[in-house]
């Protein structure tokens, strides 16, 4: 092998999967210095998924069960050419995160194959390499003397400036005193990997307030540096729609105004997503009535011009779907069943066995990526690493057998109270 041009040779092994990868930088010295090349690391992320583009694979969180918070993460491949061959991988976090007491709630990324787990604890991964990394407590999460914070939503990107991947958070208010929130006004603070620390962002960062955040259903929308969430303006009773944007290089907030897209704001959930490849925004308007029969999709052509909104397409409406609890890719969405299943497409409805309860499902593409989370500044309790295992929930015969099991322990229980209570 070591006769081979290094060209052919990086060729060769930008077509293996990052798992493999890591094994291979053991072979020997000349493998390990091009694998871990800077180079090789940025042209692998774009080659290999572009290799893997027509097999959609999709990166879940979901709390399968009702009674439990406990958050199954796992890796689902589904190749599109063969709609009933799939296979679901369970990244197992280590003992101290695996727990009911530590749970996800949504997922934001891929960000050069990097993701960012929102929950308890806030969690940076990257699947490929099976880096884990709890984000140290934010100073927002203590609460003052005056304040407290119930809701949040985050933000995840990368700096291309400063090489830092960075978690905007920001934060209601409530008054300790009197229990009521200050509403339409809010805190944030911005946490980067670089230094591992959360700073509270300054009046130059400008959040322009008051405004309000829809969190009716959350699709990760990263578009040129900037993270984007929907919301509205209450203007004396009147609800305004608009788009509140973050720059993740100059760390500026900016509002974007919408035009209306339906009739009122309780006839319809309203998606805010990624569209053209991930150049601009868009936003799909999915109805809460079932006589409406179709969703609108609206886009901005130009992202950042309020003046290029435009109603793109509509798309007819399939009685099996809820609502979009994903995205992977230009424009195609993951979408939740009244069943809540997930289902990938809605071209050619199929049910993949991945179930999530109580609004606890969320999807995205998932991207190999031989970029480390390490930065040599982190405590070794907060860097581990995952263990990865057979999803047996998620494979038709495996869940079968669990029913059956478990309906079989029912009966058995019920049986010994039924004779409890005959023999009283």
């Known amino acids: 092998m070591e006769q081979l041009p290094l060209e052919l040779v990086s060729n060769i092994l930008s077509r293996l999967p990052a798992k493999d990868l890591m094994k291979c930088k053991s072979i020997c010295k000349s493998w390990f210095d091009l694998i871990t090349n800077p180079y090789f690391i940025t042209n692998y992320y774009a080659f290999y998924n572009d290799l893997i583009r027509h097999h959609e694979n999709l990166f879940v969180i979901r709390r399968p069960f009702l009674s439990s918070l406990k958050t199954c993460i796992s ?79 985050g933000g995840f990107g990368f700096d291309p400036k400063t090489n830092d991947y960075k978690v905007v958070m920001i934060k209601d208010i409530w008054l300790q005193k009197t229990d009521e929130r200050q509403i339409g006004y809010w805190t944030a603070e911005l946490y980067s990997l670089n230094s591992n620390s959360w700073k509270k962002l300054d ?94 999709v609206w886009v901005m052509k130009d992202h950042g011009d309020e003046g290029s909104w435009m109603k793109q397409y509509s798309v007819r409406h399939k009685e099996v779907i809820y609502k979009v609890v994903g995205f992977y890719g230009s424009h195609h969405f ?51 690493s995952c263990t990865s295992v057979l999803d047996t929930l998620a494979l038709p015969n495996q869940r079968r057998k669990f029913m059956v099991s478990l309906s079989q322990k029912m009966k058995t229980f019920l049986k010994i109270c039924y004779d409890a209570l005959v023999n009283t």
């Open 75 to 153: 890796l689902l491949s589904s190749n599109v050419n063969h709609p009933k061959k799939y296979a679901s991988e369970l990244l197992k976090p280590p003992s101290e995160y695996n727990s009911e007491y530590k749970y996800w709630t949504e997922i934001m990324g891929p960000c050069n194959g990097i993701y960012f787990l929102e929950g308890n604890p806030n969690v940076m991964m990257n699947p490929s390499l099976r880096q884990f990394k709890a984000l140290p407590q934010s100073h927002l999460a203590i609460a003052s003397q005056n304040t407290y914070s119930i809701t949040e939503y």
């Open 203 to 296: 009046a130059n960062s400008a959040l322009p307030l008051p405004f309000e955040i829809w969190g009716s259903s959350r699709v990760y929308t990263y578009v040129n540096n900037c993270c984007h969430w929907w919301g509205f303006i209450d203007d004396y009773g009147v609800k305004e729609n608009v788009v509140l944007a973050f720059d993740m290089v100059t760390e500026v907030f900016r509002k974007i105004k919408v035009p209306r897209v339906c009739a009122s704001s309780e006839e319809a959930f309203k998606t805010l997503a990624p569209f053209n490849e991930s150049s601009t925004i868009g936003v799909i308007v999915h109805p809460v009535i079932r006589d409406v029969k179709h969703y609108d």
């Open 334 to 384: 993951v979408w939740n069943d009244d069943n809540e299943g997930l289902i990938p497409s809605l071209q050619q409805i199929k049910d993949l066995r991945v179930y999530g309860r109580c609004e606890g499902l969320r999807a995205t593409r998932y991207m190999e990526s031989l970029i480390s989370l390490h930065r040599g500044n982190e405590f070794s309790s907060q860097f581990v």
